[in-house]
């Protein structure tokens, strides 16, 4: 054996003795190094030894077997390909049975990419049998974990083998453990993707009425997402008979978490279900979920209110959803407000500009002068749609002094959503009306108590140079900005260096060379050594928007002095601008 050789050897079975420590790290570690062990032993080895040796491994802690889950399921090249796919199955099957849930997840995930590598030829005589074992398991935790790999094996069996794991399934539904039927519950749609249409009326649809009516609200509560998934494959004739009593009868179920999942689901519900369903059927629904007793069902459904409105006509939203989207504006819980604050903005769009102005403008000035931070928040995030229908003059007339007012709002978050809006409020106001109205408010948020404000506002003024032009911003901003560095507060005169910095890429050279260079130079004699190395690190940005003569003497010059400072930290910003001279 050569020298590299035996150093690889060494070195695998480094990690093999890691396994077996009694130090969980080491065995974490040496389970995620198991592609490395494998390419060291080869495919055969593997298979014969590794393999072999992990089935014995599979009582661990659940960190460890969590990690050695998802690396089996990426191991079929290790093996030797395809070919050899089906070794991995045994050490997945024993941790597709452990009590963990998390472990036995992640042991199904794995299952289901080896079965997609494993040979048609080969995969009935090596995966059925796996699914058949979880699927008559003592324990739960194993029929649990086979619920989730039917939808897998299903489409590469032989009809005989199809019949017989639809059977299996239906089993599993009807299960006496709660878990297991949720599990067959929750993997019921995927399940059901793989089937002929007729076989899901035949024999499917009596399972998902049976599971829909469970005792525990646990696994009615995923009778919402099966609707959709079933309803997909539905016309709207056999929708109407099949699966609209049960999209009723969990709109109404007594579990306010069902009653939550319709509403979660609602679009997607009104999108499976079709047009017509939705019209007649399912908005009268929807308003009794926007009404529900229990706060998180009307949150959930707040949420929908945009989406399902885009999918009526605009007559029938006017008419039975705004009255309970009037109702919600002042709803007593803050969290269901958020939630219609975080859509509302969206049926200007839907209701059109006459409709928009008529009917949505005051709630949204009620919403933007709510108590909760969040509900201010989500509305001005989201004016861009309101302005886009009812137009700039609208928007300013109704809802600008309300804005202006949340500038100075006392949460920093509602501020800085209202200085990130500006620029774009600015290119559509114009820039006559800003300077009317906004300007100063700008100039304002430079002295804001909170970093992030005074860090906004300057890119702020960045962004407003380059919508109204160099000239604009020499006349009504710069000017405003140098003045700051004789304010006898530091942080203000600090404020003027990040400016100058962060407005240098748009205002050109002629303004950095006359106003800005000379003050920052002025400012290194600053009494505050903070000032200093900021003006050190100032005139380093600077370089990149200045020439070399400029670069070499009067930048250098300042730097040079600087250099000799007796604060280390002005000592250390300054070698460091020198050096990138």
């Known amino acids: 054996m050569t020298t590299s050789g035996a150093d690889d050897q060494n070195a695998i079975q480094i990690l093999i003795d890691e396994l077996k420590s009694e130090d969980i790290q080491l065995r974490l570690n040496s389970v995620r190094r198991l592609g490395t062990i494998a390419k060291g032993l080869g495919p055969e080895r593997t298979r014969n030894e590794l393999i072999k040796f992990l089935i014995e491994c599979t009582e661990d802690e659940d960190e460890v077997l969590l990690a050695l889950a998802e690396e089996l399921g990426n191991f079929v090249e290790f093996v030797g390909g395809s070919e050899f796919a089906a070794c991995l199955l045994?050490?997945?099957?024993?941790?597709?049975?452990?009590?963990?849930?998390?472990?036995?997840?992640?042991?199904?995930?794995?299952?289901?990419?080896?079965?997609?590598?494993?040979?048609?030829?080969?995969?009935?005589?090596?995966?059925?049998?796996?699914?058949?074992?979880?699927?008559?398991?003592?324990?739960?935790?194993?029929r649990t974990s086979a619920c989730g790999l039917y939808s897998v094996a299903y489409p590469r069996?032989?009809?005989?083998?199809?019949?017989?794991?639809?059977?299996?399934?239906?089993?599993?539904?009807s299960d006496d453990t709660p878990m297991v039927r949720r599990a067959a519950s929750s993997n019921l749609g995927n399940f059901a993707s793989q089937m002929d249409k007729e076989q899901v009326k035949s024999e499917l649809i009596a399972i998902f009425i049976n599971l829909a009516q469970d005792e525990q609200d646990s696994?009615?509560?995923?009778?919402?997402?099966?609707?959709?998934?079933?309803?997909?494959?539905?016309?709207t004739q056999e929708n109407t008979s099949l699966i609209l009593p049960t999209v009723r009868s969990c709109a109404q179920d007594k579990s306010w978490r069902v009653r939550y999942m319709v509403a979660t689901h609602f679009c997607a519900l009104c999108q499976a279900m079709g047009a017509e369903i939705t019209k007649t059927e399912l908005l009268a629904a929807f308003v009794k979920l926007l009404r529900d007793t229990e706060a998180e069902v009307r949150t959930a459904a707040a949420y929908k209110v945009t989406g399902v409105c885009e999918l009526i006509p605009q007559e029938m939203a006017i008419k039975q959803i705004l009255p309970c989207v009037r109702e919600l504006v002042s709803d007593s819980s803050q969290h269901v407000r958020a939630a219609l604050a975080s859509v509302i903005m969206g049926l200007a769009p839907v209701f059109g500009k006459e409709n928009t102005k008529q009917h949505l403008l005051d709630l949204y000035l009620q919403l933007l002068k709510d108590d909760y931070p969040d509900v201010r928040l989500y509305l001005i995030s989201k004016l861009d749609a309101v302005n886009k229908t009812i137009g700039i003059e609208m928007l300013s007339q109704s809802l600008l002094p309300a804005i202006v007012e949340l500038a100075e709002d006392r949460q920093w978050r509602v501020r800085l959503a209202i200085i990130e809006y500006i620029p774009l409020l600015a290119s559509q106001l114009g820039v006559e009306f800003f300077d009317e109205k906004l300007s100063n408010l700008c100039m304002t948020w430079l002295g804001d108590s909170v970093y992030s404000?005074?860090?906004?506002?300057?890119?702020?003024?960045?962004?407003?140079?380059?919508?109204?032009?160099?000239?604009?911003?020499?006349?009504?901003?710069?000017?405003?900005?140098?003045?700051?560095?004789?304010?006898?507060n530091y942080l203000y005169r600090m404020t003027t260096l990040f400016a100058i910095s962060g407005m240098a890429p748009v205002v050109g050279s002629d303004v950095i060379n006359h106003s800005m260079l000379p003050l920052v130079i002025r400012m290194a004699q600053d009494s505050?050594?903070?000032?200093?190395?900021?003006?050190?690190?100032?005139?380093?940005?600077?370089?990149?928007?200045?020439?070399?003569?400029?670069?070499?003497?009067?930048?250098?010059t300042c730097l040079t002095q600087l250099y000799e400072d007796q604060d280390r930290d002005v000592k250390f910003y300054a070698n460091q601008a020198l050096n990138a001279l």
């Open 453 to 488: 404000i005074r860090d906004a506002a300057i890119n702020n003024l960045r962004k407003l140079t380059e919508v109204f032009g160099i000239e604009w911003a020499q006349q009504n901003i710069i000017p405003k900005v140098l003045a700051l560095y004789t304010h006898p």
């Open 90 to 142: 045994p050490p997945l099957e024993t941790l597709a049975t452990v009590e963990e849930t998390v472990v036995r997840d992640k042991a199904v995930e794995s299952l289901r990419k080896i079965a997609e590598a494993i040979p048609s030829d080969k995969f009935e005589e090596s995966f059925i049998p796996l699914l058949k074992s979880l699927s008559q398991g003592e324990c739960f935790t194993s």
């Open 157 to 173: 069996s032989s009809d005989v083998v199809k019949k017989e794991l639809r059977d299996r399934f239906g089993t599993l539904c």
């Open 528 to 556: 505050v050594p903070n000032i200093r190395f900021n003006v050190a690190k100032t005139l380093q940005t600077l370089l990149a928007y200045v020439d070399g003569s400029v670069a070499q003497t009067q930048i250098k």
């Open 219 to 235: 696994v009615r509560l995923l009778a919402v997402e099966n609707c959709v998934a079933i309803g997909k494959m539905l016309d």
